[in-house]
Structures are given as C-alpha cells and as structure tokens.
C-alpha cells in the first residue's frame, strides 16, 4: 500500500489542523493505521492508531483529549484532526500501515510508510 500525508503547516497554539493520510493499493480498513511523529533531534513516537476491521482508536498520553484519529473507508483516507496545539506538537507527522492486525504503539511493527507532513506550532 502507499501513503500519501498531507494537511500540515503553520499555526499558532491553541489552533487546530487536520492531516490526510491517502491510501492506494490496498483498502485501509484491512490495516492498523497509524500516526507518528519526529522532532528534530527525538526519535519517532506514536501519537495515534485506528485499527483495521471495527476501527478502535488509541492515543498517546501527550495528545489525549486534543487529537482525533479517524477514517473514511470510501475515501480510502484516515485523517488527525489536532486541536489545542502546542508548541511542542511540532514535528513532522507520518501516517503508517501496519498488515499484521496487532494494536501497536511501535514504529519498528509498521510495513508501509508515507512521506511525512511538517507541523509548526508557535507559541
């Protein structure tokens, strides 16, 4: 499958984005969906993750109550919708697949990866 993120930019805290992850060559509703993110100078950490089938959601701490993951099967499309940014949400966010119908937090369990968006939150 390939991933296609989009949606970032420039906002101020306390503003809100929504990043697109397209999907092509395969229907995201038979992968865990996942977004992650990469601060300069940090490793990649996960942020959120809709899972294949039914589609439950799971959030990292940091981004509880503030961000919302979800899906568009028609679309092929899972979307991030980020609100009360902060400026330590800046990063660059990536979408990835993952075919093995675990939950998982972990980059390392993820196969396909799209290109990443910047986020630039200002404080």
């Known amino acids: 499958v390939q991933l296609q993120a989009s949606g970032g930019g420039l906002v101020q805290a306390g503003g809100s984005l929504r990043l697109s992850c397209a999907a092509s060559?395969?229907?995201?509703?038979?992968?865990?969906m996942g977004w992650f993110r990469q601060a300069p100078g940090k490793e990649r950490e996960f942020v959120a993750a809709i899972r294949w089938g039914p589609g439950g959601t799971n959030y990292a701490d940091s981004v509880k109550g503030r961000f919302a993951i979800s899906r568009d099967v028609a679309k092929n499309t899972v979307y991030l919708q980020m609100n009360s940014l902060k400026p330590e949400d800046t990063a660059v966010y990536y979408c990835?697949?993952?075919?093995?119908?675990?939950?998982?937090?972990?980059?390392?369990?993820?196969?396909?990866w799209g290109q990443g968006t910047q986020v630039t939150v200002s404080s």
């Open positions: 060559g395969g229907s995201i509703s038979t992968y865990e």
């Open positions: 990835a697949a993952d075919r093995n119908f675990l939950p998982s937090r972990d980059s390392a369990d993820y196969d396909y």
